[in-house]
């Protein structure tokens, strides 16, 4: 398990979306990173160290999974707008 601490000011645990065709991660200006960084930005402390703990940690809490299923419901929200 990771002992990674999240930090809200660290570029790395910020959410990152993956190019399937070059397998990059898309760079920050790109309009679908822009959508999630406003997405994440817009959020809460608690709801974004839920994200790390579900990503990064594999936490199953009921509550960091609700709030995960939240934000991936906001993101795709703009994603789609």
Do not use: Y
């Amino acid at each position: 398990m990771s002992r990674h601490k999240f930090d809200p000011k660290c570029p790395d645990c910020r959410p990152t979306i993956i190019d399937p065709t070059t397998g990059h991660i898309l760079s920050s200006n790109h309009p679908m990173m822009v959508a999630l960084n406003s997405v994440w930005d817009s959020s809460s402390l608690e709801d974004q160290e839920a994200f790390h703990r579900v990503t990064v940690k594999n936490s199953r809490d009921p509550d960091d999974l609700n709030r995960m299923q939240k934000m991936s419901e906001r993101i795709q929200s703009v994603m789609t707008s």
